[in-house]
């Protein structure tokens, strides 16, 4: 079992930065692959960024260049680092960890880019 509680949302203006982190508790944090994903109002939940528990790292297009996945594995916790922020990025982000069969998620963070 594992809980996972995201902090770092906010209000921040188009060109802004925000880091997002997702810190777990309850198994053993370094056997999951963990995502950001991010659903906006009336749209599906899409994948904004995966990190393995060898630490490679995956990108949505859409964020490529302006978002950082990382993980602290010590610290049980996985970071997003956002740049650049635009208004399109706007949404609920949310933490999630998996292993084989087992699928666990945050309660989300909002974020929200406006001027």
């Known amino acids: 079992q594992v809980q996972l509680v995201e902090s770092g949302g906010g209000l921040v203006q188009p060109g802004g930065s925000l880091r997002l982190s997702c810190s777990a508790s309850?198994?053993?944090?370094?056997?999951?692959?963990m995502g950001w994903y991010r659903q906006a109002p009336g749209k599906q939940r899409d994948l904004v960024a995966s990190?393995?528990?060898?630490?490679?790292?995956n990108y949505a297009d859409s964020v490529k260049g302006r978002f950082t996945i990382s993980r602290d594995n010590a610290k049980k916790t996985v970071y997003l680092q956002m740049n650049s922020l635009k208004s399109e990025d706007t949404a609920v982000y949310y933490c999630?960890?998996?292993?084989?069969?087992?699928?666990?998620w945050g309660q989300g963070t909002q974020v929200t880019v406006s001027s």
């Open positions: 999630n960890a998996k292993f084989r069969t087992w699928d666990y």
């Open positions: 990190i393995t528990s060898g630490g490679s790292a």
């Open positions: 309850g198994s053993i944090f370094g056997i999951y692959d």
